[in-house]
């Protein structure tokens, strides 16, 4: 697939402070990217540079092959973001407020009906702004986002507000413009169970330097061979026992079971040990690690809100 989004040792410095820290990364056509990063790690600074809304110190971002800076007009053309949450006329209908961003782009009826069409607001795309839900007025800004028929979408915390339902819904529309338009996403949100089923490629950015870029699956599986769930019975002895046994691999202690980090290897001599100490294991099996826990460690356990 071909790259339609190119970071190359981008750097930004605010007075003596570096924020961003020779970032590199693509988003490839038809995927959705996932931009993770706690507070203060550059995240905003750097999808601001890819809008043009801020200046690159050095390096260079590349849209469809147009250089943000040398070639502005061309690079935004290929495409479009929403950074805050969409902010139209409030007594015109949705159908009207699209029509009079259209214009202003220089396309017709046309290009508004595909985009409705695209973000399946079809049936209530002639009532009035005020009266949408957030997550009718987030669909409405998508489809505005759409009408120049962009490569690519940036969408800031697209899913902030939403309820459980609105949040679905938004995951299925972003997967479905990637994988069946064929817009790219490029979507930063604070949400990681939520980013962990939309993404496809995630890159986490912490104190301004980008630590990773995976896919979503390989990073959840990539320490599947060793980490292991127990099932013991009584959990207080055994957690107390591994504790002091394994201090550094014990991952979580809940409910009725322990999520431990031993290789395939250890697991007979961890098995005797707990029941030489007359702990019965009800149960074992390998888990695989989620995106929250690979943030986690990846970051030191940074907030990543902001």
Do not use: W
Not at 63 to 68: E, I, P, T, Y
Not at 138 to 152: C, N, T, V
Not at 170 to 188: E, I, K, P
Not at 261 to 285: H, S, Y
């Amino acid at each position: 697939m071909s790259e339609v989004l190119v970071l190359d040792r981008v750097y930004k410095t605010f007075g003596k402070r570096t924020v961003v820290n020779d970032v590199s990364f693509s988003v490839r056509e038809g995927e959705v990217f996932g931009f993770l990063g706690p507070n203060g790690a550059g995240k905003t600074t750097t999808i601001k540079m890819i809008l043009g809304l801020l200046s690159i110190d050095s390096g260079t971002i590349t849209v469809d092959g147009h250089n943000v800076e040398r070639d502005f007009e061309a690079a935004m053309k290929n495409l479009s973001g929403i950074v805050e949450n969409p902010d139209m006329y409030p007594y015109l209908t949705g159908y009207d407020n699209l029509m009079i961003q259209a214009r202003a782009c220089g396309v017709g009826a046309k290009q508004v009906d595909e985009a409705v069409r695209m973000v399946g607001m079809q049936m209530r795309i002639k009532e009035k702004f005020k009266t949408y839900s957030l997550g009718m007025k987030q669909r409405l800004g998508i489809a505005q986002a759409l009408l120049h028929q962009p490569k690519i979408m940036i969408l800031d915390e697209p899913t902030n507000g939403l309820d459980p339902a609105g949040i679905q819904e938004m995951r299925n529309l972003l997967r479905h413009l990637a994988h069946n338009a064929g817009v790219s996403v490029l979507v930063s949100s604070h949400i990681l169970q939520e980013m962990q089923l939309m993404c496809d490629t995630v890159g986490i950015i912490s104190n301004g330097t980008l630590l990773q870029v995976a896919d979503v699956e390989e990073l959840i599986s990539r320490s599947k061979s060793n980490t292991y769930r127990y099932i013991l019975r009584p959990l207080d002895r055994a957690a107390e026992l591994l504790r002091t046994y394994l201090p550094d691999r014990v991952l979580e202690i809940t409910g009725d079971h322990v999520d431990l980090r031993i290789t395939e290897e250890e697991i007979a001599t961890v098995n005797r040990r707990l029941m030489e100490n007359d702990v019965v294991i009800l149960g074992l099996t390998p888990v695989g690690q989620s995106l929250e826990q690979s943030f986690m460690e990846l970051t030191g356990g940074g907030n990543i809100i902001g």
